[in-house]
């Protein structure tokens, strides 16, 4: 059964006839993440915001209600749990007026005593996480604008629109999940979106490859069976790929702790969403231009469909 699931050629799925459904998905969870940005926004950590954050841990039992309690005089306080036996715990906290990051932190050393072990301490002020919010977006902005010219140059420009317009989806709806859930958004996610990015491009420019491949091969056939022929020929290895990188975040995302959470969490829905935009989305995209010129090498330049 499985090798059957798995042979490289084996599927003969018509991804065309169910295309509006894949767009009206779509459409709507993008819909839902600009909603939740602009109703909830983006929990940003002390990358962004500046504040404290002490991660500490104990030998004993501690109940995070009692931490809470004892802490309860800082301002903005967050407490977490984290480890697979609940004693390690991060907490966040700002400054208030008057206050220096060194004097939340021997607060908190001061409160809680020696029977905590301080493995983590970050204090980042409210200046240098606007400038690191600022050089972040400049970054991401940098890489999809460089994502683009190498897609354009690649591919012919209908190619390239669909590529673009898949990627966006996938970096809009995973903030959108950041958002919904209000998981904390730091430098960490950010590393995990762009290679995001890297990833979900990949693995539609390897389909769009086999699409232009049978464009020149069976030129009597219809736009739909070529579009559905490039998708069931890759689809193996689309699965395939998705499946064995979803395992190894799987466990990262189960093992890495707290620090790893958010890059996990990016990358782990973002294949999902990236492998549903490359076969819903990007290919599907392409029914709307004249695609079958670009198959005839004495056809010249693109001309778009009329």
Known sequence: MLKKLFRKRDYNF?????????????????????????VRG?????????????????????DISKLRQDLNGLKDLSIQSAGLEGNIFLIQAQP?????????????????????????????????????KKNSLLASILVLLAIAVYIWFRFEWPFAIGCLVSLAFTLVVVLGLFSSFYWEFDMVVVAGVLSLAGYACND??????????NLKKHRAKSTDAILNQGINETLSRTILTGISTLVMIFV???????????????????????????????????RYFDIKVLGDESAGAYKPKE
Do not use: W
């Open 14 to 38: 018509d991804f065309m006839k169910i295309r509006k459904i894949g767009f009206s998905i779509a459409i709507m969870l993008v819909l839902a993440s600009i909603t939740s940005f602009c």
């Open 96 to 132: 208030d007026k008057g206050q220096t990051g060194a004097n939340v932190v021997d607060h908190i050393k001061s409160v809680l005593g020696a029977d905590f072990n301080y493995d983590r301490v970050e204090v980042i002020g409210p200046t240098i996480g606007e400038e690191l």
């Open 204 to 213: 539609t420019i390897v389909t769009y490859d086999r699409v232009r491949e």
């Open 42 to 62: 983006l929990n940003f950590g002390i990358d962004f915001q500046g504040g404290i954050l002490v991660e500490v841990s104990t030998q004993k039992s501690v």
């Open 252 to 286: 990262l995302l189960v093992m890495g702790g707290t620090t790893l959470r958010g890059f996990s969490l990016s990358l782990f829905f973002g294949i999902l969403f990236g492998t549903f935009a490359s076969i819903f989305v990007a290919v599907p995209l392409l």
